[in-house]
């Protein structure tokens, strides 16, 4: 599987032209480490620094290639410098599944939730961007406009625990690139009166709203294991031409007693049989007997 996530990644890079956005770390750690490395991929189309996480139109190309994931069957190595194909894993785990759904998000206690200080750091990101925003104004027409009433407040937060406001200002910067710092500083659930202090003073309708998005949005996955046993099969790799005559040699040692020598004996005796036959016919042939 991790194979196949390689090769959808690969494919999405080379006719995207972009990164998906929970890979979004793994992408810019890379860039910044090697961007020439990174370049001299042959799934690399494009400038390595034109490269931004997945939106519009690259999204839904983006989407279009997971969806068929199992059909990605090839890697690069740079090692070898070639494709190299996905193998089946050894391994197999097959488990009972049981699902239990319920409401999500709670709304009594939405504002104060982890969610709510992520999607705030999400909209001050996507009202920025004029595509994003249109469609955000169509269906949620109360977050943007009051997004921008709350920038200031986010800003002073912000500074009040050492992070660079500027971000939050400038439409050049990307989030996605500093999101990780802001998370864990800004939306830290110890610290709840971060987003907790903006969302009391917000409009009523703006909490509405955003529970709103919520409601329709976002799903939270809790993955528990049933059973501590599972069944495991594991699959052997195909017999080798090698194996297998030595298997085929080893069975008929051990049931015929048959060797190279037995071989070599019957053929011995088989070809001394078919010219005593010939030998004897022409020596009838010629009268000599």
């Known amino acids: 599987a991790n194979c196949m996530f390689e090769a959808a990644f690969e494919e999405i890079l080379a006719t995207c032209e972009c990164y998906p956005v929970f890979h979004s770390e793994y992408f810019q750690t890379h860039k910044l480490r090697n961007a020439t490395t990174l370049q001299a991929m042959p799934y690399m189309k494009a400038d390595v620094s034109t490269y931004k996480s ?3 139109d690259k999204l839904y190309c983006a989407k279009g290639i997971l969806n068929k994931i199992s059909e990605y069957q090839t890697i690069y190595d740079p090692f070898q410098g070639k494709n190299l194909t996905c193998y089946e894993s050894c391994n197999d785990q097959l488990h009972a599944v049981q699902a239990t759904t319920s409401q999500y998000p709670a709304e ?4 104060q939730g982890l ?6 750091l999400k909209f001050v990101d996507q009202c920025k961007i004029e595509e994003r925003r249109k469609l955000l104004d169509y269906y949620y027409p109360l977050i943007c406009e009051n997004i921008q009433n709350l920038t200031q407040n986010i800003k002073e937060t912000f500074i009040s625990l050492d992070l660079d406001p500027a971000i939050l200002e400038s439409d ?4 996605e690139q500093n999101r990780k710092n802001m998370i864990d500083t800004f939306c830290n659930e110890d610290m709840t009166e971060n987003w907790e202090n903006i969302a009391n ?5 703006f909490v509405d709203e955003m529970y709103k998005y919520g409601k329709d949005n976002l799903i939270r996955v809790n993955v528990f294991i049933r059973n501590p046993f599972v069944t495991s099969f594991e699959r052997e790799i195909e017999t080798t031409p090698i194996s297998f005559i030595a298997n085929i040699g080893g069975l008929m040692g051990l049931c015929m007693g048959f060797s190279f020598v037995s071989l070599a004996e019957i053929i011995y005796y ?3 049989a078919v010219w005593g036959s010939w030998k004897g ?3 009838v042939g010629e009268g000599k007997y």
């Open 281 to 283: 016919r022409r020596m």
């Open 270 to 272: 088989v070809v001394l």
């Open 172 to 175: 050049s910067v990307d989030l």
């Open 115 to 120: 969610d709510f200080c992520l999607l705030l």
């Open 54 to 56: 997945c939106k519009g």
């Open 108 to 111: 009594p206690t939405f504002s």
């Open 201 to 205: 003073i917000a409009p009523p309708w």
